[in-house]
């Protein structure tokens, strides 16, 4: 059973901002520190910090020879089950790093040549460059780095959905960026039949597919060496009927050394241009999983499902907190992959009032990315969103109530007070009633729609 089955949350993985796994199956899915260095948003900024931070400290130490403490601190990047991916089958039994994994990988990195010609920079670079290190082991370190992070989400999000926690629990080892060393404290934790449980942000999982050694080979390295043969006339080019030069990659193979991992790096510090331009392109692919992660869903009955459930609950205070758990995973439907990480009743003005929904602004594209290109002043790293599950028009007292709320909402951009957008249910409905064609831009039409109203009054 899956994380919403077992606490009844009734409801899909679109509506869940959560990779909702079944903890006794692994789910085929990775932490790719590649992917999320490239996603432009809070958590991932944050857990990309720590990445970086622990990675620069591990080849600091590597580079002035204190090998012992080096293998102290890579030692805790063993195996971590707690978020279960990877390609196991049945139980998750990781086919990460386990204790004997990490000691063998750790000589492997002393002896190649990633480490002796500088070539390592990052800690996806281990899959391009050190031997036995692939998909399931990034994402193993990556996790056990990250940790204190996904400690963190999984409260959040324990928290927003009223998922039980139980304290006093060890928190396991995790990067602690500060102290630049591992830490463990005790803290409330996810169970489920003693076992610790994390949650993962689906906005920054990845098939993991992209930054690989055999990309970099295939059409980087052996492209390069085809032009070269090509440019030199070696004895490796071939004549076509047409009079036409050309070089396979096959006899470009043959030609070579073995092509493994340490021939790479040794290409690298001879080509460098290379391998930054296999980074620049392969960033340009990147793109998030799809709202339904793994198991594609009939959307069309589930924003049917949503819009009648809209419809039917009843206005007024008694149906306040199912109206706030509704909209929470409507929204997280229509807006991802441009918002992501919902909190709930997060504080502000030093906790004198609290913001019902705040998502982070996570888009590359679309409405809240080109905001801030219309208007500077209105940077929105977060959104936040007031739920209200009344009929008639919306009174708050920090506005000028004399005119509609619209006029009212134009008078509050240009007091230079910020941009406020009424959504209603009869949008929303309209955006789920698009969703199935037109994805995220069915609710961000709507958000263009208003805000062209409120930067243009009539």
Same mark, same amino acid.
């Given at each position: 059973?899956? %994380?919403?089955q077992?606490?009844?949350?009734? !409801?899909?993985?679109?509506e869940?901002d #959560?990779?909702?796994i079944?903890?006794? %199956? =692994?789910?085929?899915?990775?932490? &790719?520190?590649?992917y999320?260095?490239?996603? &432009?948003?809070?958590?991932?900024i944050t857990?990309?910090s720590?990445?970086?931070?622990?990675f620069?400290?591990?080849?600091?130490?590597? *580079?002035?020879n204190?090998?012992?403490?080096?293998?102290?601190?890579?030692?805790?990047?063993g195996?971590?089950?707690?978020?279960?991916?990877?390609?196991?089958?049945?139980?998750?039994?990781?086919?990460?790093?386990?204790?004997?994994?990490?000691?063998?990988? #750790?000589?492997?990195?002393?002896? +190649?040549?990633?480490?002796k010609?500088g070539?390592?920079?990052?800690?996806?670079?281990f899959?391009?460059?050190?031997?036995?290190?692939?998909?399931?082991?990034?994402?193993?370190?990556?996790? $056990?780095?990250?940790k %204190?992070?996904?400690?963190?989400?999984?409260?959040?999000?324990?928290?927003?959905? @009223?998922?039980?926690?139980?304290?006093n629990?060890?928190?396991?080892m995790?990067?602690?960026?500060k102290?630049?060393?591992?830490?463990?404290?005790y803290?409330?934790?996810? %169970?489920?039949?003693?076992k610790?449980?994390?949650?993962?942000?689906? *906005?920054?999982?990845?098939?993991s597919?992209?930054?690989?050694?055999t990309?970099?080979?295939?059409h980087?390295?052996?492209?390069?060496?085809q032009?070269?043969?090509?440019?030199?006339?070696?004895?490796?080019?071939?004549?076509?009927?047409?009079k036409?030069k050309?070089?396979?990659?096959?006899?470009?193979?043959?030609?070579?050394?073995?092509? =493994?991992k340490?021939?790479?790096?040794?290409f690298?510090?001879?080509h460098?241009?290379?391998f930054?331009?296999?980074?620049e392109?392969?960033?340009?692919?990147?793109?998030?999983?799809?709202?339904y992660?793994? $198991?594609?869903?009939d959307?069309?009955?589930?924003?049917?499902y949503?819009s =009648?459930?809209?419809?039917?609950? +009843?206005?007024g205070?008694?149906?306040a907190?199912?109206?706030? $758990?509704?909209?929470?995973?409507i929204?997280?439907?229509?807006?991802y992959p441009?918002? +992501?990480?919902? !909190? !709930?009743?997060?504080?502000?003005?030093?906790?004198?009032?609290?913001?019902?929904i705040?998502? @982070?602004n996570?888009?590359?594209n679309?409405?809240?990315f080109?905001?801030?290109?219309?208007?500077?002043?209105? @940077?929105?790293?977060f959104? #936040?969103?007031e739920?209200?599950?009344?009929?008639?028009?919306?009174? @708050?007292?920090?506005l000028?109530?004399?005119?509609?709320?619209?006029?009212?909402c134009?008078?509050?951009?240009?007091d230079?007070?910020?941009?406020?957008?009424?959504?209603?249910?009869? =949008?929303?409905?309209?955006?789920l009633?698009?969703?199935p064609?037109?994805?995220?831009?069915?609710?961000?039409?709507?958000?263009?729609?208003?805000?062209?109203?409120?930067?243009f009054?009539?």
């Open positions: 059973m899956k %994380i919403s077992i606490y009844k949350l009734n !409801k899909t993985q679109y869940l #959560f990779v909702d079944d903890p006794e %199956i =692994d789910t085929p899915l990775f932490l &790719d520190p590649y999320i260095s490239k996603c &432009d948003f809070d958590f991932a857990a990309d720590s990445i970086r931070s622990y620069e400290f591990l080849l600091a130490l590597l *580079r002035n204190d090998v012992k403490e080096a293998e102290e601190l890579f030692s805790y990047l195996e971590n089950n707690d978020i279960c991916f990877g390609m196991s089958r049945g139980k998750p039994n990781g086919h990460g790093m386990g204790p004997k994994d990490t000691s063998l990988i #750790f000589q492997q990195l002393l002896q +190649s040549n990633a480490i010609t070539v390592m920079e990052d800690i996806e670079d899959r391009i460059f050190v031997p036995n290190v692939d998909k399931d082991k990034v994402s193993d370190m990556t996790a $056990n780095i990250i %204190i992070h996904l400690l963190e989400y999984t409260k959040e999000q324990c928290f927003l959905h @009223n998922i039980p926690l139980t304290p629990i060890p928190s396991g995790y990067w602690n960026q102290t630049k060393s591992w830490d463990n404290n803290t409330e934790r996810l %169970i489920l039949n003693n610790p449980i994390l949650l993962v942000p689906k *906005r920054i999982v990845s098939y597919d992209k930054y690989t050694p990309e970099y080979r295939q980087f390295v052996l492209n390069y060496l032009n070269e043969h090509l440019r030199l006339q070696t004895a490796l080019m071939r004549t076509r009927k047409d036409s050309y070089v396979t990659k096959k006899s470009v193979i043959d030609s070579e050394e073995t092509m =493994d340490d021939y790479l790096a040794k690298t510090k001879q460098p241009e290379i930054k331009n296999f980074k392109q392969t960033s340009t692919k990147l793109q998030p999983i799809d709202g992660v793994t $198991n594609p869903l959307i069309t009955s589930i924003c049917k949503l =009648d459930k809209l419809s039917t609950l +009843s206005p205070s008694s149906e907190s199912n109206y706030h $758990n509704l909209i929470i995973g929204l997280e439907l229509l807006f441009n918002l +992501s990480t919902p !909190k !709930k009743e997060t504080p502000i003005h030093e906790g004198r009032k609290r913001i019902d705040t998502f @982070n996570s888009s590359s679309g409405f809240f080109n905001l801030p290109t219309k208007d500077s002043s209105l @940077n929105c790293p959104i #936040f969103i739920c209200k599950n009344y009929v008639g028009e919306v009174k @708050n007292p920090e000028d109530e004399s005119n509609s709320f619209m006029k009212r134009s008078d509050t951009l240009n230079g007070r910020g941009l406020i957008i009424p959504i209603t249910d009869i =949008d929303l409905n309209r955006a009633s698009e969703f064609l037109k994805g995220t831009s069915a609710i961000e039409n709507i958000l263009n729609e208003k805000y062209q109203q409120i930067v009054p009539k």
